[in-house]
């Protein structure tokens, strides 16, 4: 099932997550396309447009479609000339057979799927490209392992999808995994500042919101990789699911 209190929590936070959450890598959102030149692009749950930034400076023309009013504002701010338009993964407001490709960043596992696969394969043209992206954080890395403890991100979503054989259902080609690493660079208080805007922060108790800034303060103040430092590099693995519409 859906949680949809998590799914909808972003927009009381849209300024902060579009300052502090992480960029795509271009080879990632490259292999997505699947080798696609001046595209229609829709960026499904685009929240505050990250990704659809990424796109459009590919030279795409994008259609950003996001649930959330909250996001959508932030986005229209910090993405100029571009609008959202309301509508989910189970009910875009477009035409059939509209566009070459469906991006869809760090939110397909919010997706009711059955329905949202056969929504996706509408507005998509035949031989069309259906890509979900996920920014994950590397937890091999021991610090930020311990960072996913503390602040609850667990990572459910990747798991659901990349622990199973992922299928886009009978409407898709099988489906293609490719995985890119990159990094971001942060002070302390902006890596607080990425882990408020979380779902489980943005939905936690006053207590619990506490208790995670006081064990990532002693986090920062204390691992040796971290104490000290004036900036910080979170290494991330990006992961990329592709498939093609029949």
Known sequence: MVD???ALSFGAAASDYDRFRP???????????DGL????????????????RAVLALGHEVV????????????AASTPDTTALAGSAESMPLPDSAVDAVLVGTAYHWFDREPAHAEIARVLRPGGTF??????RDGSVDWVAELGRIAHFGDKSTSQVF?????????????????FTHRT???????LGMVRTRSYWLTAST?????????????????????????????????????RRR
């Open 163 to 179: 622990g199973e054989r992922p299928d886009f259902g009978p409407a898709f080609d099988a489906v293609e995994k490719r995985e």
């Open 207 to 243: 207590d619990d919101q506490r208790r995670v800034e006081r064990e990532l303060t002693e986090l920062l103040n204390t691992h040796p990789a971290l104490t000290g430092r004036d900036t910080i590099e979170l290494p991330y693995r990006t992961l990329v699911l592709r498939a």
């Open 4 to 6: 949809h209190t998590h």
């Open 37 to 52: 030149s001046e595209a229609g692009v829709v960026d499904l749950a685009a929240g505050t447009g990250i990704l659809t």
């Open 64 to 75: 950003p479609v996001e649930p959330d009013p909250g996001m959508r504002a932030q986005l």
């Open 23 to 33: 960029r795509y890598p271009e080879a990632a959102v490259l292999w997505a396309l």
């Open 185 to 191: 660079t942060l002070t302390p208080d902006e890596l």
């Open 131 to 136: 890509a979900p992206i996920w920014n994950i």
